[in-house]
Nanobody, 121 residues
Framework: QVRLVESGGGLVQAGGSLRLSCAAS????????MRWYRQAPGKQRELVAD???????NYEDGAKGRFTISRDNAKNTVYLQMNSLKPEDTAVYLC???????????????WGQGTQVTVSS
């Protein structure tokens, strides 16, 4: 059983910062990409940032220059440092990871339950 647990969300004023964490636990053989998505009320889920196992990172245009994704492979944890937050960043932030539970099993996508980020103006 694999579990992703996010933490670090909360209420912050515009211009402030938050650091989200997502820890993967359970029967994990290896992890490939780890990603952060967000979903605001009435909007589609969107990819914010992703990180490959090799260290490559990609960002949604609005996140470039403000957000930084990083990971600690030894802890199976991915982080999202969010600076210069704006009210439009308000959303539930969800962690996603491509995980193999055994060497003989293919990659599968796992999701966390999400953490609420609210940015006040």
């Amino acid at each position: 059983q694999v579990r992703l647990v996010e933490s670090g969300g909360g209420l912050v004023q515009a211009g402030g910062s938050l650091r989200l964490s997502c820890a993967a636990s359970g029967s994990i053989f290896s992890i490939n990409a780890m990603r952060w998505y967000r979903q605001a009320p009435g909007k589609q889920r969107e990819l914010v940032a992703d990180s490959t196992s090799g260290g490559q990172t990609n960002y949604e245009d609005g996140a470039k220059g403000r957000f930084t994704i990083s990971r600690d492979n030894a802890k199976n944890t991915v982080y999202l440092q969010m600076n210069s937050l704006k009210p439009e960043d308000t959303a539930v932030y969800l962690c996603n990871a491509e995980i193999r539970v055994r060497a003989t099993v293919g990659w599968a996508n796992y999701w966390g339950q999400g953490t609420q980020v609210t940015v006040s103006s």
